[in-house]
């Protein structure tokens, strides 16, 4: 079974940039596709993005394409979301996420299989 852990959360003025990690534990982290999903105040759980095993394949939300790059490096069982331009909206508690299906992570979180514990991102308005 792989297990997920994030870091790289924190506190960031609007218009700057963090870097989360999530370092996954287990011999099978590269055949999964892997993802970010977010979790903001009072609301439910949405996509972010997702990334397939190869790297071949890369989805983003509507609201975060051309600020956030999701990467993974498949030699250190790793996957990294680079947030650029954060936004107060941004604010929210980030979740990695594995799953064997890149799109179907896509669609909705009921279908993700793994997730780690969350890391708290914060921009304030």
């Known amino acids: 079974q792989v297990q997920l852990v994030e870091s790289g959360g924190g506190l960031v003025q609007a218009g700057g940039s963090l870097r989360l990690s999530c370092a996954a534990s287990g011999r099978t982290f590269s055949s999964y596709a892997m993802g970010w999903f977010r979790q903001g105040p009072g609301k439910e759980r949405e996509f972010v993005a997702a990334?397939?095993?190869?790297?071949?394949?890369?989805y983003y939300a509507d609201s975060v394409k051309g600020r956030f790059t999701i990467s993974r490096d498949n030699a250190k069982n790793t996957v990294y979301l680079r947030m650029n331009s954060l936004k107060p909206e941004d604010t929210a508690v980030y979740y990695c996420a594995g799953d064997h299906n890149t799109d179907r992570m896509r669609l909705s979180y009921r279908y993700v299989e793994l997730w780690g514990q969350g890391t708290l991102v914060t921009v304030p308005s």
């Open positions: 990334i397939s095993w190869s790297g071949g394949t890369i």
